[in-house]
Nanobody
């Protein structure tokens, strides 16, 4: 089971931290992806952290502003969102899987998803 949390209303330029907590399995052995979907738009990959000591990857639209990290003790992956913009408004969801290298942005390659959490960036 995956549970995403931490969404809410934040002003432009502000920060928010999303959490993706797993229960029933150890997140350490899987890659975790964060995706978002805004109304009327396709789902897009935001970030990915690979299993174990693997790499972290970001979509160009969040690079330098968002940071993904893993807390093994909490069995949770976090997405720290800084300098948020109105265009970051979307439902954010996390997924677990083992996508082929370089293809983390393809949502179809992630078999297990948590429920989404709404992020709204507005003044």
């Amino acid at each position: 089971l995956l549970q995403a949390s931490g969404g809410g209303l934040v002003q432009p330029g502000g920060s928010l931290r999303l959490a993706c907590k797993a229960s029933g399995f150890d997140l350490e052995y899987f890659s975790i992806g964060w995706f978002r979907q805004a109304p009327g738009k396709a789902r897009e990959g935001v970030s990915c952290i690979e299993a174990r000591e693997g790499g972290q990857y970001y979509g160009d639209y969040v690079k330098g502003r968002f940071t993904i990290s893993r807390d093994a003790a909490e069995n949770t992956v976090y997405l720290q969102m800084d300098h948020v913009r109105p265009e970051d408004t979307a439902v954010y969801s996390c997924a677990v899987g083992r996508p082929p290298f370089g293809r983390w942005r393809d949502a179809a390659l992630w078999p297990y998803w948590g429920q989404g959490t709404q992020v709204t960036v507005s003044s």
